[in-house]
């Protein structure tokens, strides 16, 4: 239900209190304020974003260069039992 209140605020516009809110709602109970729904937020990404994404990428892909081949190519059963050992 968090999710789609969420969505309906930030996507659709609709102003929806909750318990957060308002100290006279319970956990689970909802207040439309206003059927009207305001200009909602675009989602978009940013040039911030796309270079967060490929910096932290980019910093795997080094870190798994550097892994011994053996290690890469265990079975996830012989990872675990290594790991857990």
């Known amino acids: ?3 789609r209140v969420r969505e309906l605020r930030n996507e659709e516009g609709y102003q929806i209190l909750t318990h957060n809110d308002r ?22 990404i940013t040039r911030k974003h796309v270079y967060l994404y ?10 798994v260069a550097q892994l011994p ?7 996830r059963t012989q990872s675990t039992a290594t790991y857990w050992a």
């Open 23 to 44: 100290s006279d709602l319970k956990p689970g109970q909802y207040v439309l304020e206003n059927s009207i729904p305001q200009p909602a937020f675009a989602r978009e």
């Open 1 to 3: 239900m968090g999710r």
């Open 54 to 63: 490929l910096t932290a990428t980019a910093s795997l892909v080094r870190c």
């Open 69 to 75: 081949v053996d290690h890469i190519l265990m079975t």
